[in-house]
């Protein structure tokens, strides 16, 4: 009998699967390969490794084939593996001698994602590695999982540190939507015949990827009625509501969630950036505390309590940390960040020091200038707003006009420093810019209708009317701020 069988399933995988097998040929006894209908050369690739090949035909149950392949293994220990994964080789060794183990055991490892478009990583513990079982069965048509039967079975699950690299991670939000959108479908047959929490907390993800975030938070509190549920994936429950309420300006709500989070893992990365913004917004200083251990634990998160949904940029955490040391005037907590940026990239950190100093050159903005791009001109922009230097202001939202004229946060930040400093007439190009986009700030509006109520130009205001009503109807989150202003204009119309 084979010691370990790698199980897999696998569609029209040619682009990965090789690699896949290479990383585990020195390992595995046996191979199986369930295919559920391959139109392309992944049963061609299979065969280099002398695999044993089944087909499947597809029934919309992931875990009906899932059981299939476990059919046809053999081994005393199963290792199950998507085609877009691969064996760290740094973690055989381990692998192999947790397979010298006579007890009915299961192995969860880290599986480490990298977002191809971002560069962001994700890491989380899954059961990968079992002792083989007729009666350990998958479950769920859509994010099939094992531990259920694990447990059922008094199985022991044991954290590990074997770490497998997902590389399909990258794809395009279309895809991503698409492949939610099937998803869905699945997952609210299974909701319909079993309420179990974990659909409830695929469910929620599902919905967040289509940005149903209504719907996704009520699945989310769903899934947390339940106590058995992984606490890994209660904390995701947890910040993903706590970020939702924040973002509503409900910061009771969202701290009271947030802390749930924390209880579970105080470690926690992205916990710990939710509870750094939401204690900003109450100008509570501890903030700068979970600002700071949101990026040690980013950058360090191999440690079996912290291996929880880590998909967080150090770059990211590092903006936020200035911005905070700013807004509460900590002279040591901005050092250590702009120390942590200049580790990321040394000219950028020793130039915006200069800026933030009020030590710069024309070379300090040219330079500051060449290091903002889409992924981080919000966060320049709100450090901008702490610069006492009316003059260095200027020249930055100047300079950075002919890069971000079609960015609407952009032009309401630049419109609004000109209001700051008496340009109304600037301002207000900048404004009428800004509503050319669909996705422009709602201030904009205010500060238009301001300028244009200033300068007596009432048929100006009567052209964007319709644009007030359309937030008014839209339930935009200033709706009660917009009928206030459409009340006080429409006289003057």
């Not at 691969?86 to 192999?96: F, V």
């Not at 694990?150 to 497998?164: A, C, F, G, P």
């Not at 924040?246 to 710990?272: C, F, Q, S, V, W």
């Not at 300079?399 to 419109?415: A, Q, S, T, W």
Request: glycine share 2%; aromatic share 12%.
């Amino acid at each position: 009998m084979a010691n370990i069988t790698l199980s897999m399933i696998v569609k029209n995988e040619e682009k990965y699967l090789r690699e896949c097998l290479e990383s585990v040929q020195d390992i595995v006894d046996e191979i199986v390969v369930v295919d559920t209908g391959s139109s392309d050369k992944t049963l061609e690739i299979a065969e280099d490794y002398n695999p044993k090949i089944y087909h499947f035909e597809w029934i919309n149950d992931f875990s009906a084939a899932r059981n299939f392949a476990l059919s046809k293994s053999t081994g005393n220990w199963i290792l199950y593996l998507d085609a877009d994964e691969r064996l760290d080789k740094n973690s055989i060794e381990e692998l192999k001698k947790f397979t010298k183990n006579d007890e009915n055991i299961a192995i969860k490892c880290i599986v480490e994602s990298v977002d191809e478009n971002s560069s962001a990583t994700q890491s989380m513990l899954y059961t990968r590695l079992f002792k083989n079982s007729k009666a350990i069965k998958f479950s769920g048509k859509v994010h099939e999982q094992i531990e259920q039967s694990l447990i059922k079975n008094n199985y022991k699950i044991i954290d590990s540190k074997i770490k497998i690299f997902h590389l399909g991670y990258g794809v395009s939000k279309i895809e991503l939507k698409n492949k939610a959108k099937r998803n869905l479908e699945l997952l609210l047959k299974d909701y319909s015949v079993n309420k179990d929490s974990y659909v409830s907390y695929q469910l929620a993800n599902s919905y967040f990827i289509l940005e149903d975030n209504e719907s996704a938070i009520k699945y989310y509190k769903d899934a947390l009625q339940d106590n058995r549920l992984n606490n890994e994936f209660k904390i995701v429950c947890c910040y993903q509501i706590s970020d939702f309420e924040m973002r509503k300006n409900n910061l009771d709500i969202a701290k009271k969630y947030i802390e749930r989070g924390l209880r579970i893992d105080a470690d926690h990365p992205i916990t710990n950036m939710i509870a750094s913004q939401i204690f900003n917004r109450f100008n509570d200083k501890k903030s700068l505390k979970f600002c700071k251990n949101a990026l040690i634990k980013s950058k360090n998160p191999v440690g079996q309590n912290n291996i929880q949904n880590i998909f967080l940029v150090p770059k990211k955490i590092i903006y936020e940390g200035i911005l905070q040391s700013l807004k509460f005037n900590s002279k040591n907590e901005l050092a250590y960040y702009i120390g942590e940026l200049k580790n990321e990239n040394t000219n950028e950190g020793n130039n915006l020091e200069q800026v933030i100093l009020n030590a710069y050159n024309k070379n300090n903005i040219k330079a500051l200038i060449s290091y903002i791009s889409n992924d981080n001109v919000n966060e320049y922009l709100q450090i901008f707003e702490y610069l006492e230097n009316v003059n260095l202001k200027l020249e930055l939202y100047s300079n950075l006009y002919d890069n971000f004229r079609e960015n609407p946060k952009f032009l309401n930040k630049f419109g609004s420093f000109l209001i700051k400093i008496n340009q109304i007439n600037e301002a207000k190009v900048i404004f009428e810019t800004a509503l050319n986009f669909t996705d422009y700030e709602d201030s904009t509006l205010f500060y238009l209708v301001s300028i244009y109520i200033n300068n007596s130009e009432f048929d100006q205001i009567q052209k964007i009317m319709p644009e007030i009503d359309n937030k008014i109807s839209n339930n935009s989150i200033f709706k009660d701020k917009f009928q206030l202003l459409k009340d006080k204009i429409t006289p003057l119309v």
